[in-house]
């Protein structure tokens, strides 16, 4: 399991200070993404939302472009204390690489990192909602709501089938697609804000891409639904020590998005943008 | 095991540091808990440059990663002044090891008055001068110019007693000749190298910037090589100590930085990919010293 999810403002899972040397021992392709499970007898429970810093123990650098160089963030799909499942998208040379484990090969992984998910307040309706192998932090928390005896409404939204395949990680879930070649051809947030119409009473909690969050913040914002969204951003260390990647805050300043976030209550952010980018 | 070393005067358990703004020891506290304070991996900790105002840094992004090393125009954002001393200076005091405070400022005033609040302050051990700040007037770093960086040593030596380490930048025509204005103005150590003046393209192939603040400085694996002709330019030609950084990943780049004629080394950037890595160097490094005690 899972640790469980914390109040507001709860304890985070403190990360050992090692780098763990795990092995590889399973690789599973769901249409376009790979699930990589590894063996972590030592491994502390991490709670929804958190992430680790991953690198493959061999070869890692002088693939394309001469990268990858620095470990990259990944959320914790599932975690069970005895091994740790990752959602990996091919998407560059540092994705790709750890792409092509196979069971016996190694991996150095740091974590858990962050701050995830805290529960719902009071009685309201937990949504899910992602974008893209932004699901990844979202099924340890429909795990954990389910166990929990809450409901756990799960709304993603891909590409095309060949993504939507991913949507088998998850209990139940309902899927739009771009290309309406799976599910309801349209934007997840169609299906969100059809959601919240029916019954408001209700926290969001989000993943996805820059433009899908700031829809979600937005939409939240309007309909004043409270909402956590779990950000992505550049990183180096994912332990606070470089300030690479930062997010600015309504409040005025900037916040690590690796230690005071990944998740962030919707109502801290300014937008959900990078500076410069359109919706 | 480590044999402690003297360094200006401060005795340190081993030769293995933090290289400025690589490593927050108060948000690592939050990650790690106090697995951090009770293994800590350096044998001081350097803070990160504090500026007399608040900063809030670049815009993102700030972080590119090139091959062997990565470009980062992170701004040097800090609290200030006032908010170092008052908030972050009591929970680094915690730490078991010495502390050093890295300083900058546009004006020799303004390096002036923060060397002199830090120097009233007993829980820091040594401040170290980050000069790669560019001169107002000539837009050329204050560490670029000999005989500038002279003049600012020589008007800030006098505000305090404790070890002044000027940290050199790279980007000069002769590094060596302005450690030896540093050395004639009265500094105890000089450290480099600094981060080299780097420029990523953005990955859209568009040739615009990738980075918020247009230009960034290189480090990693990928200016070990240049690191090491700078620290043995410099020991070459000053008496004074010298902190060795630039690529150290492991103990044999720590020992290479050594023979170079340094007398502590740093550890920057490989801190980012492993939080240990301080201690993997030393270890290391002990087991080139001393190869029949590490079997
Ligand atoms: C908290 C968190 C959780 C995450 N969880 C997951 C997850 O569960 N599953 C998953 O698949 N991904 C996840 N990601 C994203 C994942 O970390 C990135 O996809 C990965 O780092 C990409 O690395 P790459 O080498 O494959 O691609 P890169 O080539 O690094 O490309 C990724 C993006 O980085 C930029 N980029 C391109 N070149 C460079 C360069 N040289 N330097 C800097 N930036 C560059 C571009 O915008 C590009 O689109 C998460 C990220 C964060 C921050
Ligand atoms: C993300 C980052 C932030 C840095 N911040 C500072 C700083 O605040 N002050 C400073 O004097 N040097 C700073 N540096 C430079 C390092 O202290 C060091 O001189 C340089 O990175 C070379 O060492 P390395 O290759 O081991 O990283 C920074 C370097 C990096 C990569
Ligand atoms: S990734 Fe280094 S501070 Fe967040």
Redesign the pocket.
Known sequence: MSAALPPDGGSRTLAPLERRLLEVVERREHGAYVVLAAEDPDGPAPQPGQ?CMVAAAERWGAGA?E??FLP????V?RADGKRIE????D??????RLCELRPGDGLRLLGPL?RGFSAPPGDRRAILCGGG?GM?PLAMLQDELLAGGRDAVVLLGFRDAEHAAGAKLFARARVATDDGSAGRRGLVTELLAEELARDPVAIVYGCGPPAMLETVRALCERLEIPAQLAL????ACGFGACYGCVVPLREGGNAR?CVDG?VFDAERLASCLAPGEAA | MSEAVRFCGLELDHRVINASGTFDAIAAQRVFGDEIVLRFPFAAFVSKTITLEPRAGNPPPR???APAGMINSIGLPNRGLLGYLEHDLPQLAALPVPLVTNVMGSTADEVARLVEAIDARAEVAAIELNVSCPNVETGLDLGADPRLLGRLVDEVRPLTGKPLIVKLTPNTADVAAVAQAAEAAGADAVSLINTLRAFAAH?DGSGRAWLGAGTGGLSGPAVRAVALAQIAAVSARVEIPVVGMGGIASGRHARQAIDAGATLVAVGTESFRDPLAGERVRLGLDALEHPRAAR
């Open positions: 992430f472009d990268r990858p990259r963030a990944f959320s799909l990752l959602l990996l998208e998407v560059g040379p540092g994705t790709r962050g192998v990844a992505e951003a550049g990183m998005v990944p | 972080l590119y990663e990955p």
